[in-house]
């Protein structure tokens, strides 16, 4: 690179730093271990884990595994997006060097879509309903509560209809790549199958898809 690309890619770091610096310093004065939100996110952090670990179902663990994370996946990208942007942000964080909140996006959001995605499948209930009744309840219900607790606050003309949206996108995302790789295990090893298979979602009607 050229000596003022340098110069301008060496400005962006030390913004970094300091932007860094900034917000550890925010957080030991203001939402360290002695206030009851980090308690709060902590708790909420942890028990999801525990949760998931004990309700699984062994036998489909890789399944909801991989939903999961792409749901944690999706979510913290479309978190982070927001955060940098300041489209949205977390005044109490459980972790000070994440712009994002690790409580929803590694553990509270993916373990209730995995453990939503697995009560469907043995009540064989439509997934697609309940997965957008949940996305919802996260727009709707949990995110006005954590805007009450000033754990959530959002600005640039963000509401809840936008979140509702865009939890909806995780949640297509989510179950768009988990499908299609549903779809690659059914193939032969030359990328063709002699027959045609069905993508076994969750649901009344399952996803079906042909290949010759």
């Known amino acids: 690179m050229d000596l003022e690309q340098a110069r301008q890619f060496e400005q ?8 860094a610096e900034t917000i550890q310093r925010y957080w030991l004065q203001h939402s360290n271990m002695d206030t009851w939100q980090f308690w709060l996110l902590a708790v909420l952090f942890v028990v999801p884990l525990i949760v998931v670990l004990w309700k699984m179902d062994r036998s489909r663990a890789f399944l909801l595994g991989f939903f999961g994370l792409n749901v944690h996946i999706w ?10 942007r300041g489209m949205w942000g977390y005044p109490y964080k459980f972790v000070p060097f994440l712009p994002e909140s690790i409580t929803l996006d590694t553990s509270l959001v993916p373990v209730t879509f995995m453990l939503l995605y697995q ?3 043995n009540t064989r209930r439509n997934f697609y309903l309940f997965g957008i009744a949940l996305c919802g309840a996260y727009s709707f219900i949990l995110k006005p509560i954590m805007v009450q607790l000033d754990l959530f606050q959002m600005y640039r003309g963000m509401n809840f209809v936008y979140l509702f949206l865009l939890y909806g996108l995780v949640f297509g995302l989510s179950v768009g790549v988990t499908a299609f790789f549903m779809a ?24 079906r898809v042909k290949v010759k």
């Open 184 to 207: 690659l295990r059914k193939t032969g090893g030359d990328g063709s199958s002699k027959s045609r298979w069905f993508i076994k979602l969750p649901g009344r009607n399952s996803f």
């Open 12 to 19: 962006i770091r030390q913004s970094k730093l300091e932007e």
């Open 119 to 121: 009560w469907c499948m």
């Open 75 to 84: 979510f913290s990208y479309i978190d982070t997006f927001g955060v940098e």
